[in-house]
């Protein structure tokens, strides 16, 4: 497996509200490459446009101007070329409740029609990875939520994807189980060499997992793009701060200008992307 | 509701209440049996138990077994023809605005008119019968089905779609398994309108079948036949809907 890199130039994404018969303007022309195995956290006010952007990442949803290509291709045009090289981890679970731990993890090796043989290995060495092959015949009801959303974290490892996406999969669990789950979503994203973004609005997150931080204001307007490398963990109370004042101000705070060479918070990718 | 009601309505057929009423039921049918007579009721309109007991004797089971056939058989049918236009309707919005008013339509069309367009339209008693059922019990399929697709969570589709699917892979392996609770429910409620139209469908144009044997009990006065027939076509539904409910335990294991 090698990792895709993404570039989204130029991104637009208008709703239309059927009752007022209104735009709603989700994303205005949005500018971002990811390079190929980079981890990249998105940051952003409830309501900024994060799970749009997801959305179209994914190729749930067509952009209304712009791009979003991986590899040269678009999620939502070259739908069925994605298949097995996106998997996606979700903020609830989303595990089919009629299948056990074990059948939903190879659920997406089912799909690609991958031998069972093939499947059962697979999924087996997955569910262990994560700490779950004592459970691999439970059904989700019979799981705590951290287990499900390990199962879910499976799923999407199972498929060895070039890119990986999170949207706020850690949000709703207890900060300890939140913490060692991202942990080893962490070291299984890049033991696997994927392109992983994590949608967060928790800055802790966003500062423990990414090497870059996408801070996204407004209708996903670009505020900062983040070299976490610049950031010693000494400063991280700092970094926090500053993105903070960005998220609440709705425009990049001065403090986040630290490791560009022309000194500007937003953007263009920091050197190092 | 009263907690005791509640338990008393859970209780099921093998519970002391269930056994006490209807030992109560049979014991005043007895009673009125023997009193008939001098109460000014004819003694054929409530017969004993015995001569019910005689009657059950006579039964014949190749009746049984046709009514039984037309039944399952045309639900099968119904189930078929309803998920899959529950289907279509689901995947092309343009074709449910146009069939959604016609299902409404059949489903408000009374049995009996059903029975008689079926007996004017159609010369097979099998046909005649099977239209019928498939008239009466496609749309309550489809409509369930069409209801239950419609309950798949936004949140889980687009987990399914994230994966890119077939469109055969994204009904099997998701909008199936998730609708199945609605589809047994609905062969539930089904399965007991199908017995009853069947035994109406039969009753008017058939030659065999439970419900001609109740045609033919009720020319020859005989209450006791009428019930004995009754009595089979209970056990019938009751024996239907345990296998349903077994299946339903077996394949909805995964429910807390």
Redesign the interface.
């Known amino acids: 497996m090698s990792a895709a890199g993404i570039e989204i130039s130029g991104l637009r994404k208008v709703f239309w509200q059927a009752t007022t018969g209104q735009a709603v303007v989700a994303i205005n022309r949005l500018d971002l490459r990811i390079a190929p195995g980079e981890i990249v956290a998105i940051v952003g006010q409830t309501g900024c446009g994060k799970s749009t952007l997801f959305d179209l990442m994914i190729g749930l949803e067509h952009p209304t101007e712009g791009a979003i290509r991986i590899d040269g291709k678009t999620p939502y045009g070259d739908f069925n070329d994605f298949r097995g090289k996106i998997a996606t981890v979700f903020q609830q679970d989303r595990l089919l409740p009629w299948r056990t731990s074990y059948d939903n993890v190879r659920l997406p090796l089912e799909l690609m029609g991958v031998a069972e043989t093939v499947q059962r290995e697979r999924s087996m060495h997955w569910l262990k990875r994560l700490g779950l092959e004592n459970f691999t015949n439970a059904y989700p009801h019979e799981l705590s939520g951290g287990m499900r959303q390990r199962v879910a974290i499976a799923r999407a490892f199972v498929l060895q994807p070039e890119i990986l996406l999170a949207d706020e999969a850690f949000g709703h669990l207890d900060e300890v189980t939140a913490a060692e789950l991202r942990g080893t979503f962490l070291a299984l994203a890049r033991e696997c060499g994927s392109t992983a973004i994590l949608i967060t609005h928790q800055l802790e997150e966003a500062i423990g997992v990414g090497d870059r931080i996408v801070v996204l204001g407004k209708s996903a307007a670009l505020l900062a793009d983040i070299d976490v490398a610049q950031w010693p963990r000494a400063d991280h109370a700092v970094l926090r701060e500053a993105i903070q004042a960005t998220l609440q101000n709705n425009r990049p705070d001065p403090r986040l200008a630290r490791g560009r060479p022309d000194g500007a918070a937003a953007g263009a990718p920091p050197a190092s992307a | 509701m009263h907690p005791d009601v509640h338990d008393i309505g859970r209780a099921g057929w093998f519970s002391r209440q269930a056994v006490v009423s209807i030992l109560v039921f049979c014991v005043v049918w007895e009673a009125l049996s023997y009193l008939a007579p001098t109460l000014g009721i004819p003694a054929f309109a409530i017969p004993s138990f015995t001569r019910i007991g005689a009657s059950l004797a006579k039964i014949t089971m190749f009746d049984v077994v046709v009514t039984l056939a037309r039944v399952i058989g045309a639900l099968v049918l119904s189930f078929v023809l309803g998920v899959v236009l529950a289907m279509a309707m689901y995947r092309s919005p343009r074709m449910e605005s146009y069939l959604h008013p016609l299902v409404r339509l059949f489903m408000a069309v009374p049995v009996v008119s059903w029975i008689l367009f079926a007996v004017l339209w159609f010369r097979g008693v099998e046909f005649r019968i099977a239209f019928v059922l498939i008239a009466v019990c496609g749309p309550v399929f489809l409509v369930d089905a069409l209801d239950a697709m419609r309950g798949v969570s936004k ?2 589709r ?2 399914m ?5 077939t469109t055969l ?1 994204y009904f099997t ?2 909008m199936l ?2 609708i ?1 609770p609605g589809l047994i429910t609905s062969w539930k409620i089904n399965l007991s309108l199908a017995i009853r139209v069947v035994t109406i469908a039969e009753l008017v144009g058939a030659v065999t079948g439970i419900g001609h044997q109740l045609a033919v009990a009720q020319e020859l006065f005989s209450v006791a036949d009428v019930f004995a027939w009754t009595l089979v076509l209970v056990a019938l539904l009751f024996l239907l809907e345990a296998v349903v409910a077994r299946f339903e335990r077996r394949v ?1 294991r ?3």
């Open positions: 949140e889980l687009g987990m779609r994230s994966f890119r699917p892979q392996k998701l398994p998730a199945l909805l995964w429910r807390p």
